[in-house]
């Protein structure tokens, strides 16, 4: 897959008008730019610069243990090992393709984008000091953000084995979820169902899956506890495998009913067509170009709309390699998201859709699907839900 | 472990005069300082600024969803929740506590102590604009390099028992080697010996263990081949288990007797006893204060006083979490190593010697030993390899 995704990049670099495009890194095994799952399956101990450029050079400057290792790999077609300092050969390979413009991998608002560590964009000014090229440094924010969004036909192959299993574990954990059962016990048949298939979950075990039931549970990104579900309990799961390095993450919820009662109390189920019809609403209205705040807009303002209160959390992010993956997602213009509401929408890019609303007696309603963009609007990866689930006594 | 390194952290801020220590960092399961290591066993989503003070206080700032395993974790006094920005809630702590210097996790020459990623250093001097705090932000490579070289008993203890087991299964290993066999047939034994004692290795296991077999091999950092153990070669191992997240890291060299013969040919006897000479000199030299490349240059000039060429990278690294750990190494005064080779050694760090050498017709010799340091010098903490050791036909 790496030659493929170094070829897109060749052609982004082209699209966006940046010369060169380099991953600079160094004992990548502590800390891992998360680049390099795309342009190299290994990782470096020395200072290491990978560099692709818009007329399709590939060049790897690296130490000199690691050079075997890079010629087995295969995707550089130019190799250049050292012993005691990246320097010199960096700054001739600079001389000798004089890029107008370098972009390296820092974001504000993009973490996967942003794998270059402070010392070592320090480092790399130090080695370019006292030539042009210290001054033409830039983000390689929207060129990292387009090679991880644009899904090739392989990554969507990934991404849609990834979501249809873990539905497949969703349906076999409706069967398993009783009243009596605690949120442990649950989390624990479903992590029984990844590893029987020799797979693994798609973010921390600590909190994937994370299961909840009924009133005044966390709600988010905490670990299952020893509470037991009980009649008129709301339960949620959140949950993805991960599948050949690809991530799903869904979000499901049942209503668990009373002994003798056959349907879900009208105010939950009013709740749940509410959440439902949001998620539609939003998938239905994205298109590429659209920005990601106003895809947020939409199933926010439904939901004060209808007198709920509005979720305190984005809409729905980028899913890939990483479960919160890309550089822009379905956010609202709060400080923290920073840019990364404002990015448009583009073709091939995969996005949750999860808006989420507490009710105080019943416990959270959520609901999370995975949808891809195409040129003339969104289309579900993942199988909708389209009305509450029931557990029955 | 949580709060002994932390506390241990409250006395290192107040020996280097520094008033407070900040690990800033989002989505640390995808770029995870390693700091994290020491102060929280969890990811963050969100920014989050975890603070340590010198006079001991413990703050954490994460986004709301974080809290509540926060709480669980309970290693911050203070922990405070937000929704939309960290910015308000950190200008507000720093305003209270006036820190005159605040360390953050960038370093030019340690990973370890290199965290801190450049789009977040630049949010972070966004969030502090306009106050003073901006230009109180210093590089915390001290404190990191003292919290991760001094290890408490119990880190001792980890390590100890690393060397301990990967001992035992380079000794297993030596009954498995035998002329015929290819070097991933023996890395694939080593493998089934980590893995029955519910273990895994310490490094990327694409090369750990790294296993070479006769002159003209690929020598460090390169995966096991179908290359056959042969008459009269060296075999070199390089390896080591992580026992509860600490790592061991060794190397030792066997030499293989062609049928009939009983002893290694002279040559081969004579680089193997300068090298481990070098090795117990540099060993028997070592004292808190002095520094890494004065150990360094011991063993290197040894060699070369001898006759044989000086190897091509440091003497030796320290150990912990992290293969590659801590500051300071036993390194040259190569621009690649930057300050790391000027640092002093200091009690409680642990670190490799592991010289090399190539003999073109039998392969390369190395021996690769861990020291911890002492008041009054070092200590092996593995069982130190005396003579070469031989594979009989």
């Given at each position: 897959m790496y030659k493929e995704k170094i070829e897109q990049a060749v052609g982004i670099l082209q699209e966006k008008n940046i010369d060169m495009w380099m991953t600079f890194v160094r004992e990548s095994a502590i800390m891992r730019d998360p680049s390099l799952s795309f342009i190299a399956g290994m990782d470096f101990t020395w200072q290491t610069a990978l560099i692709i450029t818009a007329k399709g050079e590939t060049i790897a400057i690296a130490g000199q243990y690691d050079v075997a290792s890079l010629e087995t790999l295969g995707t550089y077609r130019e190799i250049i090992g050292y012993v005691q300092s990246v320097r010199e050969d960096l700054r001739a390979v600079m001389q000798r393709l004089d890029p107008k413009t370098i972009a390296v991998n820092y974001s504000l608002s993009s973490p996967t984008a942003d794998g270059l560590t402070a010392g070592m964009l320090m480092n790399l000014r130090e080695h370019l000091?006292?030539?042009?090229?210290?001054?033409r440094l830039v983000s390689a924010n929207e060129i990292v953000s387009a090679i991880r969004g644009r899904k090739t036909p392989e990554e969507e192959r990934r991404m849609r084995e990834a979501t249809r299993i873990t539905l497949e574990i969703f349906e076999a954990t409706g069967q398993f979820i009783r009243i009596g059962r605690s949120e442990k016990e649950i989390a624990d048949f479903v992590m029984n169902e990844v590893e029987s298939r020799g797979l693994e979950v798609a973010w921390d075990p600590a909190h994937c899956p994370a299961v909840y039931s009924g009133p005044g549970t966390a709600g988010a990104h905490a670990s299952p506890t020893e509470r037991k579900v009980g009649p008129t309990h709301l339960v949620n799961m959140d949950f993805g495998v991960k599948y050949e390095g690809y991530c799903a993450d869904l979000q499901r919820t049942w209503y668990v009913l009373p002994p003798g009662e056959s349907e879900a109390p009208a105010e939950v189920q009013r709740a749940f067509q509410v959440l439902q019809t949001s998620v539609d609403k939003t998938a239905k209205a994205m298109k590429p170009g659209l920005l990601g705040k106003e895809m947020d807009h939409i199933s926010r303002q439904y939901l004060l709309d209808n007198g709920y209160e509005e979720f305190p959390h984005g809409l729905g992010h980028q899913v890939g390699r990483?479960?919160?993956?890309?550089?822009?997602?379905?956010?609202?213009?709060w400080e923290k998201y920073g840019e990364a509401a404002r990015m448009p929408l583009e073709v091939g890019q995969v996005y949750t859709i999860e808006p989420r609303m507490t009710l105080p007696d019943y416990g959270v309603v959520t609901l999370e699907e995975e949808v891809i963009v195409r040129e003339n609007g969104a289309e579900y990866l993942s199988k909708p839900q389209e009305t509450l689930w029931l557990i029955k006594s």
């Open positions: 000091s006292g030539t042009p090229y210290q001054d990483e479960c919160h993956d890309g550089g822009g997602g379905l956010f609202p213009e």
